[in-house]
């Protein structure tokens, strides 16, 4: 199979010039796409977004009778091939998939307690991959503790583990359990806030973090996305992106593809009248660095 050795080869050629920074400025030169119509994208109960360029796959999650599964495509000669369940026991629901660079380890979360059966919660879980077969997830025991669903996760280059969980009073926030340390921590009111902040995408190298939250005062409508900075260990405000990305629909899973000039989310701007939620991905061209220097002349 062919490596993905960057987004924007996995997945589309893109022929906009941006002139604005997308995600603090409307700019109706540069619209999201639907990211491969027919295949990946194909109005399908599917949300989430990861992909690893060694095992040339994409990664997502599906609702498949009534479970949510971990579905991956295989990407060979520019192209997405018919999606394959990941061979884990069906009576739980997984979702959310993170994995490695060398495509051997995958965190998620999924309804598997402790005892091994199905729980009320989800919990963050892991499974690696022995000579080429994935083992059956696992909860991790040193964060099973805390309360409501725990999910989202995600490993930063330094080995800080970063998921989404209840926060006492303040509903769903992002919490950073750092390398070495017993208790997780929310990330700051920079980030977080009075409402529920979803899943989200944190920079390998934690320079960034994008993510979901929803109903917040400058929404669109719904779920939306927005960014933040971090500056010398301190967090920017978090601002929403720009009009075309958020919509009065739902945005969310964010992914930024590994050049950092891609941005992959999941949307139900076109969702059909179906009583099952259909959604599709879809992928734009950003400027990081615009927005950043946006950020500091502030």
Not at 221 to 233: K, V
Not at 237 to 242: D, G, H, Q, S, T
Not at 279 to 286: A, M, T
Request: a negative charge; glycine letters at 8%.
């Amino acid at each position: 199979m062919k490596y993905l050795f960057s987004l924007t080869l996995l997945v589309i050629t893109f022929s906009v010039s941006l002139a604005q920074a997308p995600g603090l400025e409307d700019n109706s030169e540069a619209q999201p796409r639907v990211l491969h119509p027919g295949t990946i994208s194909n109005d399908l109960p599917q949300w989430n977004n990861y992909f690893n360029r060694k095992l040339s796959i994409g990664i997502f999650t599906i609702l498949v009778d009534g479970k949510s599964r971990i579905i991956y495509y295989p990407y060979v000669n520019e192209q997405f091939l018919e999606g394959e369940l990941f061979p884990f026991d069906d009576q739980f629901n997984y979702s959310d998939p993170w994995m490695n660079m060398d495509g051997d380890y995958m965190l998620m979360q999924a309804n598997i307690g402790m005892n091994g059966k199905p729980s009320e919660q989800y919990h963050i879980c892991e499974s690696k991959n022995i000579d080429g077969e994935w083992t059956q997830p696992q909860p991790i025991k040193s964060i099973y503790g805390q309360k409501g669903n725990v999910g989202s996760p995600s490993l930063a280059n330094n080995g800080n583990l970063y998921f989404n969980a209840l926060n006492n009073g303040n509903g769903y926030d992002i919490f950073v359990l750092e390398k070495g340390k017993n208790k997780a921590v929310p990330l700051p009111n920079q980030i977080n806030s009075r409402y529920l902040e979803g899943d989200f995408y944190i920079d390998a190298d934690e320079k960034f973090i994008v993510f979901s939250s929803v109903d917040r005062n400058d929404s669109q409508g719904n779920s939306d996305l927005y960014i933040a900075f971090n500056e010398d260990g301190e967090w920017t405000n978090a601002v929403a992106l720009c009009e075309g990305i958020n919509t009065p629909a739902e945005e969310f899973s964010p992914y930024i593809s590994l050049d950092r000039r891609s941005l992959v989310f999941t949307s139900n701007r076109n969702q059909g009248r179906g009583f099952i939620p259909t959604y599709n991905h879809y992928i734009i061209e950003i400027d990081l660095d615009t927005i950043r220097r946006t950020f500091s002349d502030e």
